[in-house]
């Protein structure tokens, strides 16, 4: 009778746990099938053109793959000079821009956020830029920079200064500053071309408007009662901005900083609208070399490659600002 | 339950759709095999049609009756002679016997934008069935299997020309398009050309003590830099940033920019040496001015001021200076041939029409409709309304009348007329596959580096230019 009831009590477990496992399995399905249709579209747009632009590297393309090739795009992209050029064009435009475009936009945030006459206003002003299209607005600027009909020059030449080249200079900053002495510095200390200067300003005035907004959120974050303990304490302005603002405001830059790292070197439209990577190569960004050895070269495996190089690029830096500067970010 | 039922429902929808959108495009069908006409006493051997037609024949065997085959012209004129050429287009789409229907698009604001939105469309196997193209990008095109050959077209007896008609053609203008690299091969139908001539206003040079428009290069620097007045915004020429601009200037001066077999660059030449020297110098001496890149047609608008005396550009471009003339300095312009060392030369160019490989039918159809354009009537009404030559003999008449009957053309629209005798001196720039790159090299590394640069060696830049336009060539050579 024991040995029954045992039996009884098994099975009854047994169909208890086969229902379970069932109804698992059936959420589970239902689960995969609610998800199907965004990993669908995941594969089809973003895992399959991933995959198949990595065969296209490895491809001598014409139209379909002529011959595989392996990594020898990889290898003619390590040995040619423009590749590095472009490069280190890129890293030179992100060096300079970024701590700019963050320090003015942290700068403009913080009198924005203080209770100033037409805060609003301003606000708007600075936005402005961001959500204009960004081929017309560098259109505009390329006649603002016009050697001899732009703007900037006519206001330049009132007050007594020279013309300048703004978008077809290749010479260094530091350069034409000491021309005028008749010093002739080395290659690497001749400093950024003017038109990549040119190029950093445009993206300034462009951007700083979204970093301001973002900014201004972080800001809002930060308890009042922090400041008003620091004061009580004696502490005013450099010291309430350096112990209290800076510190509890990193995860605000700390996300900026990967945004705007990515975005520059990732920059293309306005370059091309300005420069088209000109003079020379003074301003032929990676995206730009991209994009060249793409449509005027038709080389398209290897541009395919130097895509996937630039993705690497961009891909350690971030892990890199991850590791180092992520160290740094007050969470709370 | 029943939502769930619902939800596998929907997702199934969007998989049986989503897979049947993804699905890969229908092959082309053959062509017909038929030969044209019905059979009377014994048969006709089948003509198999390959695509795309490989003889005048196969041509011949593809039979368009109630296929309703329709076209699509990328082209990248501006809106006003958009409308002219669709225009055109719809006449020829209510006339034409077969029923094709023909529809112009504009693919962009220059031949360049037209170029990359070809080669995108080639290697997503979807080009339009014909589009502008220089010789150079026909090529390339060539080299991916894009555009057809158009000689089986041309000799075909039921669609192709008459004797009479290739006689009518300007020979000059059809030599053009015969590819040096796929010997034997026609990548393209002229239905317009142009030239780069010398644009200059002939007020300021009677100012100056001049007549006429200087005919040799030294003359020529003098009178630019007599002109020049920096501190006024005025200058002798503008510098735009195109290699056509430096290519004439060698052609003038006795060079080329490709050797006779399009085997070589060889712009390092003494022309080209000196082509730089001279830009070289008249920047070193404020004479020039450059017109920046983003600066989109300055050099008209510049010209149309008053503020430069010469530019070089393009024949088709005179109803767009004398708009610019006459919206603004309104004073007296004309064109001539570029200053000569030895003797004239033209820079003829004008993209022709290719035909992309689609099927026989559509191929065929394209063909129609450039042969179409290519008729008197439309390429005297072309011509006319764009500023570009006709491509025929027959034309040149009717478009010359009507040039010199319209007052705003003044004295120009005689020089327009010998746009026509200066084709003897016509010379191309390089017809070759991988010459925009090339253009890119000359403008970009090798003009614009003179422009600030007045001690880079012209020679030291033109050697390392040719040596990577060499390269290129190497790898767009038909292999």
Known sequence: MASRSAELSTMR????????????????SLGYLLLAPALILLLVFEVFPIFYGLYISACDWRLSCVQFIGIDNYIRAFTEPDMWRSLLVTATYSAIAVP???????????????KIRGQQLFRVLFFMPYITSTVASAAIWSFLYNQDKGLIN?????????ALRWLSEKTGVWQMLVQPLGIELPGWATGPSLAMIALI????????????AIFLAGLGNIPGEL???AKVDGASGWTLFRNITLPLLSPTTFFLLVLTVIGTFKAFNHIWVMTQGGPVDATTTTSIYIFKQLFQYNRYGYSAALSFILFAVILVLTIAQNRFAGRRVVYD | MRASKILILTLFVILVFGVTSCAAPEPAKPAATSAP????????????VNNPPKS?????AIDLAGK???????HQRPQVQHEILQAMLDEFNKTNPYGITAKAEIAGASYNDVFTKVSAAIQASQPPEMSVAYQNQAAFYRSQNGVIDLTPFMKSKKYGLTEADLKDYFQAFLATDDSPQYKGERLGFPTQRSAEVMYYNADWLKKLGYDAPPKDWKTWEEVVCKAADPATKKYGWAFRHDASNFASQVFGRGGTIINADATAYVFNSQAGIDTLAAIQRMFKNKCAVEIPVAERNGEQTRFGNGEVLFVFASSSGMSFYEEAVSKGAKFKWDIALLPYAQKPALNLYGASVSVFKTTPEKELAAWIVIKFLGEKAQTAKWATATGYLPVRASAKDEVVATYKKDPKWGAAADSYAKIFDWGQYAMIEAPVGGYDPVRDIIDKKVMTSVLTDFNIDPKKLLDDAVAEANKILKENTPK
């Open chain 2, 56 to 60: 005048a024949d196969e041509v011949d």
């Open chain 1, 154 to 162: 006519s206001i330049l030449t009132q007050f007594g200064f020279p």
């Open chain 1, 100 to 114: 700019v475009q963050l320090g003015l936009g942290l700068l403009l945030a913080y009198l924005l956020f203080q």
């Open chain 1, 227 to 229: 400041y008003d303990a």
């Open chain 2, 37 to 48: 006409g019905q059979p009377t006493t014994a048969a006709p051997k089948p003509v198999t």
């Open chain 1, 13 to 28: 477990a047994s169909r208890r746990s086969s229902v379970q496992l069932w109804r698992r399995i059936q959420e589970v």
């Open chain 1, 201 to 212: 300003i445009y993206t300034t005035w462009v951007f700083v408007g979204y970093d301001i």
């Open chain 2, 68 to 74: 309703k085959v329709s076209v699509t012209y990328w």
